[in-house]
């Protein structure tokens, strides 16, 4: 008999990283009590401002000692400057750490609320932590409960601030969601042209994990997956519960893999001109044929499905600097340009080819 060594062969395989708690169905936010640790302390809840008036507070199980903060995720992107506020504030009012955070909405909400989470326990401003794996501690117990579908937010590892000077993610394994609500019935109100712009964050996600050098079989299988699904929700009138797996799959492929030339250009974007994350996918993949080929006709065929016309010349107003600005953001998204174009990714990506790529959109 041979016996295992006990040592790990690191270079062997992959860890494979996924939530490891789902609530599934329409309805399902009723059992979102069996997910949450006791109350103890207090658990917070941070829930899109935007959710106030559909009422939506009596559909959660909140306790006495429970905090709600109502996020104005509606305004802009979230920032680090927001995320650290909040967590002072959290602080300020116990000597102790809520048991859980919950987070209840979009994208922004849920990079909110995982943020949060490890902030309450790692030290300093988030700002500190943008990049990857530069965590020190898990963060608080935390749950997502996903309003819109598209961001894969729900299932990655990524929480995207705007920093004092660049957008960009903290990425851990301690940034993920320690369970999620995938409740099809919280998504059936949201706005048509929502719907397909996060939609559309969703089919870049599973398109930039499918053509990225990263992607492992496993990976490959949601991504397609999730591709198809989506495909057929905006082509063939499939329901709010395939575009919420939909979106699961983008972002558990995404977590396995890496994004790619799309995200690596759409932060510049939203960081100058303010632009929502699956708004601004939307106007960098319209141009990245060269890049994404059929995908961007697929792509064009379901906006014009949607009768939805993307803008064309948004960067026109911008000066020199603010153009250097997204140009040096864009080549600071590393990770996400070896996966799209490989190690040597700057010999053909280079500055005047990102500058060009802007000023075509
Ligand atoms: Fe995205």
């Not at 394994?173 to 042209?193: E, N, T, W």
Request: proline fraction near 4%; charged fraction near 20%; aromatic fraction near 8%.
């Amino acid at each position: 008999m041979v016996w295992h060594s006990g040592k790990t062969d690191v270079t062997k395989g992959q860890l494979f990283r996924q939530v490891p708690r789902l609530l599934f169905g329409s309805g399902v936010i009723s059992r979102l009590g069996q997910l949450l640790p006791p109350i103890g302390s207090g658990r917070l809840f941070i829930i899109d401002s935007v959710l106030e008036e559909q009422n939506i507070a009596k559909r959660l199980p909140i306790g006495h000692s429970d905090v709600v903060e109502w996020f104005p995720a509606g305004e802009h992107e979230p920032s680090t400057a927001q995320v650290d506020e909040l967590r002072d504030r959290i602080v300020g009012r116990s000597t102790y750490l809520p048991t859980g955070v919950v987070g209840v909405g979009g994208g922004s909400t849920m990079d909110v609320a995982k943020a949060v989470s490890v902030m309450l326990t790692n030290e300093g401003s988030s700002s500190q932590y943008q990049g990857w794996d530069l965590l020190r501690r898990p963060g608080v117990f935390k749950v997502g409960v996903p309003t819109l579908a598209g961001s894969g937010a729900e299932a990655s590892r990524t929480s995207v601030l705007t920093g004092p000077t660049k957008k960009f993610g903290i990425n851990s394994d301690f940034s993920m969601f320690d369970a999620v609500v995938l409740d099809s019935s919280l998504i059936s109100g949201v706005p048509r042209d929502q719907r397909l712009y996060s939609g559309m964050d969703c089919f870049i996600h599973c398109v930039e994990s499918l053509q990225g050098t990263m992607i492992n079989e496993l990976a490959r299988s949601y991504a397609t997956q999730g591709l198809d699904l989506c495909t057929k929700v905006f082509l063939e009138g499939g329901s709010d519960e395939e575009l919420m797996t939909a979106s699961f799959m983008g972002g558990a492929s995404i977590v396995n893999s890496e994004v790619g030339v799309c995200h690596a250009l759409s932060y510049g974007l939203s960081m100058e001109l303010g632009f929502r994350h699956g708004f601004a996918n939307c106007v960098v993949f319209n141009v990245l044929d060269d890049y994404y080929g059929e995908w961007v006709n697929r792509f064009r065929t379901i906006l014009r499905a949607h009768d939805i016309c993307i803008p064309k010349g948004v960067c026109s107003g911008l000066d020199s600097d603010a153009m250097n600005r997204m140009v040096a953001m864009t080549m600071k998204m590393e990770r996400p340009l070896i996966n799209a174009l490989g190690e040597d990714w700057q010999d053909q990506f280079t500055p005047g080819e990102i500058l060009s790529l802007y000023e075509s959109m």
